[in-house]
């Protein structure tokens, strides 16, 4: 299973599902809320976890400003916000090798696009 760290924005019945589905999961929320976007990233690259996220400015970080990634960037774009409908595209997604890849994850679909080399 994966290596998660989940930002503060995702829903707790979402973190729940992926821990029963066995993940490895740090939530943000309860280790240090509030820490900045470059924090997330690295704390992600240090502790070797997929990041999973619904704040777009972690796609602006890697690929325009050059923050190194972390191992990979799933970035959830719904709306509304419906906890067991992104529980149910985490899993899936995550069932997949999502390393190196910064993924787009809607209803819709995913959309993937290769992570730059880390830089850590």
Known sequence: MSRLLLDENFPASAVGALMAAGHDVVCL???????????VLALA??????LLTFDS?????????????????LYFRMHPIVAVDVA?????????DV?????VVGREGVRQRRLPSRHD
């Open 29 to 39: 929320r309860d280790v240090d809320p509030g820490i900045p976007d470059h924090g």
């Open 45 to 50: 690259r240090e502790q070797g976890r997929v």
């Open 57 to 73: 400015d972690f796609g602006e970080l890697v690929f325009r400003r050059g923050e190194a990634p972390p191992l990979a960037l």
């Open 88 to 96: 149910a595209l985490a899993l899936a997604v995550l069932a997949m």
């Open 99 to 103: 390393t190196g890849w910064f993924l």
